[in-house]
T-cell receptor, first 114, second 112 residues
Framework: DVKVTQSSRYLVKRTGEKVFLECVQD?????MFWYRQDPGLGLRLIYF???????EKGDIPEGYSVSREKKERFSLILESASTNQTSMYLC?????????????FGDGTRLSIL | AQSVTQPDIHITVSEGASLELRCNYSYGATPYLFWYVQSPGQGLQLLLK??????LVQGIKGFEAEFKRSQSSFNLRKPSVHWSDAAEYFC??????????FGKGTRLHILP
């Protein structure tokens, strides 16, 4: 089974801090994704990556950046955290076969910005 | 552009009753369709997927879904729900560039 691991289940940070959310997958998947999930809004794509050192903006990239230095690890960075970034963050990975493949999700990080 | 609509935000059914969750999609070609389930405090788990072939797809946990091209629908069904099925369910459609577009979800409540 694919295992996607997010480093923290719960995180509390202060406004203005630089925040790192880490995600690791163990199935050699090419694609990795970061979403945020808010009540009534579903999942919204922040950034995704097709390969090491490659990244693409999703639907809501403002205030975020990402890093993918190794194939198995995809980090989401909040450059200067704000209260409106309080949310559930979900990481996912999928095979990069050239077609649409199911995404496999981690358990999420619930981030609170005070 | 691709989109997914789940018309019901909340659904309540009694334990042992049958279940149908609705999903409509918008996509120009033959869609890749998914249903995911999210238990409280957890990530999303894939229930089933449709890529081609038989329009009735079997998934895990006793769920099935039927692809109806004429109605642009991919409804999820279960003949008899259990209290452990209480969760949020997401329908999704594959988009370009390996992305998946998710619906806003339907929260399922089970009455004892």
């Amino acid at each position: 089974d694919v295992k996607v691991t997010q480093s923290s289940r719960y995180l509390v940070k202060r406004t203005g801090e630089k925040v790192f959310l880490e995600c690791v997958q163990d199935m050699d998947h090419e694609n990795m994704f970061w979403y945020r999930q808010d009540p009534g809004l579903g999942l919204r794509l922040i950034y995704f990556s097709y390969d090491v050192k490659m990244k693409e903006k999703g639907d809501i990239p403002e205030g975020y950046s990402v890093s993918r230095e190794k194939k198995e690890r995809f980090s989401l960075i909040l450059e200067s955290a704000s209260t409106n970034q309080t949310s559930m963050y979900l990481c996912a990975s999928s095979l990069g076969s050239g077609g649409i493949q199911p995404q496999h999700f981690g358990d999420g990080t619930r981030l609170s910005i005070l | 552009a691709q989109s997914v609509t789940q018309p019901d935000i909340h659904i309540t059914v009694s334990e042992g009753a049958s279940l149908e969750l609705r999903c409509n999609y918008s996509y120009g070609a033959t869609p890749y369709l998914f249903w995911y389930v999210q238990s409280p405090g957890q990530g999303l788990q894939l229930l089933l997927k449709y890529f081609s072939g038989d329009t009735l797809v079997q998934g895990i946990k006793g769920f099935e879904a039927e692809f109806k091209r004429s109605q642009s629908s991919f409804n999820l069904r279960k003949p008899s729900v259990h209290w452990s099925d209480a969760a949020e369910y997401f329908c999704a459609v594959g988009a370009r560039d390996d992305k998946i577009i998710f619906g806003k979800g339907t929260r399922l409540h089970i009455l004892p």
